[in-house]
């Protein structure tokens, strides 16, 4: 099944993962294997950037720029919907190679694709909507505006767990403003990256495009590291851990770059005394045990009501108990492994340390004993002060506190120091409207009736905090990817300066 899948993708058993003005046919980094985590076994080959690839890269993506920021914004924005139309072609087989390489159920690697053609959609749209101002200027015969130019070439470095959404988050809306990019995946998941890339090269050679996209894979930090460092880049978009983030952002800031941060998240659901609790159960069995937990929007905390605690938490169990886990591409699964060896490892890890800090684990906790890196979705009785509590394990781990007041409630879920995702479930207005307001949720993202995960590409995705700040996919995130510039235009015949200050030689 998988052989077809691969063919009509563009993957060999060796491939290019560096695209510049082309695929670069022998790059000189180290070479990469792609293991299949739902056996642990080889999927295929990947060669990597050495330095004078991804000087190659860059160097082809800066030629594209000078073109493509002069092609008009709508026109861009063709090159944008074709790629929406060749990812609707394949959205079956570059879902399932999601599936494949990452681990994820079919369902959320289609999904997946899903939202790279809903951003696909959403950037046609912006392509004629990148407005500016026209500001009221305080002197006659005046007119001030602001306008927004294209950047330049974006560095997208972006995270195993969403291996192509994401990218088509900064692509597709960089794409639009006017910019070349340059992408990084993780060395987790190049196919998935490789395969996107042959659907950009389809549609960018029909059209006659410059490469405005490049694909720089590495096995790898040192990548990453040459584009933080690259003055060449003046965004870099980055997606994974706080401590990528920790690396990455002083290095951009270093050259007085910009940072776009998507980083970890430790996502808590309140669930309230009137909380309709069969909404809250799909909500909370969603968030905590989709994608195994590994997305950055997972539920990592359930914050009860301690009227509801217990009788809820049975109910999980048996929920959670019920859940059937496999190899991801099969029917009726909805849970997969974990993304490798070191992730499971890291699971245990904390299940040991949730044990030694005082955790109750009411189920899960172990590794399933076959190959592959699966395991057991897990519940845990905590309370807010066991450190673990506020550390994120990229896992499908759940820690269950109990609260009195939703203040309590409130100040347990901002207590951590990631910033990300947060729900409510309730039926009281108050209590909903308490929690959005400004002593509320501390986070980016805030949802009543809706557990923290599958949000919509139609709002700003990102969170605050250690969570980095950013803001991706809609709204007015665009405007990340593009420089304002303020325009002061004269048209009378005097001078007459701003805050009324006279400056004459006097004639
Ligand atoms: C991520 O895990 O990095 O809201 C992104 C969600 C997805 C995106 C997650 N739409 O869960």
Request: hydrophobic letters at 40%; a negative charge; charged letters at 20%.
């Amino acid at each position: 099944m998988f052989d077809d899948v691969l063919q009509r993708l563009g993957i060999n058993d060796v491939n290019s993962g560096v695209y510049a003005d082309g695929w670069i046919d022998q790059p000189g980094g180290e070479e990469l294997v792609s293991l299949n985590p739902a056996t642990g076994e080889p999927v295929a080959r990947v060669l990597t950037a050495a330095r004078d690839d991804y000087e190659r890269v860059v160097e082809s993506a800066q030629q594209a720029f000078r073109d493509w920021r002069m092609t008009p914004a709508p026109v861009r924005g063709e090159f944008v919907r074709r790629l929406g139309m060749a990812l609707r072609e394949h959205k079956r087989d570059l879902g399932l190679l999601v599936t494949l390489e990452m681990g994820k159920i079919q369902s959320e690697g289609e999904g997946e694709v899903q939202e790279m053609i809903d951003m696909c959609d959403f950037s046609v749209g912006l392509s004629r909507q990148l407005y500016g101002l026209t500001i009221a200027s305080e002197r006659p015969q005046h007119r001030m505006m602001e306008q927004w130019h294209p950047l330049g070439v974006v560095g997208i470095l972006s995270a195993f767990n969403f291996p192509v959404a994401v990218w088509a988050w900064n692509a597709a809306v960089a794409a639009v403003c006017g910019n070349a990019t340059i992408w990084k995946p993780s060395p987790q998941t190049p196919l998935t990256a490789i395969a996107v890339q042959h659907i950009v090269h389809r549609v960018s050679t029909e059209m006659k495009l410059p490469p405005i996209c490049g694909l720089a894979v590495g096995a790898g930090i040192e990548t990453g590291q040459w584009m933080a460092a690259d003055e060449r880049l003046p965004l870099i978009s980055a997606t994974g851990s706080c401590d990528m983030g920790r690396a990455i952002s002083p290095a951009v800031a270093q050259r007085l770059g910009r940072c776009l941060l998507e980083l970890g998240g430790n996502n808590a659901i309140i669930l309230t005394e009137t909380a309709d609790l069969d909404l809250a159960l799909r909500g909370v069995l969603f968030a905590a045990v989709g994608t195994s937990g590994q997305r950055c929007t997972s539920l990592r905390r359930l914050i009860v009501h301690e009227s509801n605690a217990d009788a809820f938490v049975e109910r999980l169990a048996n929920a959670y108990k019920s859940v059937n886990i496999g190899k991801p591409w099969e029917e009726g699964v909805l849970m997969g492994p974990l993304a490798n060896e070191r992730a499971a490892e890291t699971m245990m890890q904390a299940v040991e340390t949730i044990r030694n800090q005082g955790g109750e684990i009411v189920c899960g906790g172990n590794r399933l004993d076959r190959p592959g890196y699966f395991v057991e979705p897990t519940i845990v009785r905590a309370t807010a002060d066991m450190p673990i509590v506020a550390t994120e394990t990229f896992a499908p781990i759940l820690y269950v506190l109990t609260y009195k007041t939703l203040d309590e409630a409130i100040e347990i879920q901002n207590s951590v120091a990631q910033g990300l995702s947060s729900a409510i479930f309730t039926d009281r207005m108050q209590e909903a409207e308490r929690f959005l307001s400004p002593i509320g949720s501390d986070c980016g993202i805030a949802n009543v009736n809706i557990g923290t995960s599958g949000a919509e590409i139609g709002g700003a995705f990102g969170g605050e905090k250690e969570t980095g700040g950013g803001r991706e996919a809609g709204s007015d995130s665009w405007k990340a990817y593009m420089r304002r510039q303020t325009c002061t235009i004269n048209w009378g015949d005097s001078l007459p300066l701003a805050q009324g200050v006279e400056f004459d030689v006097g004639s």
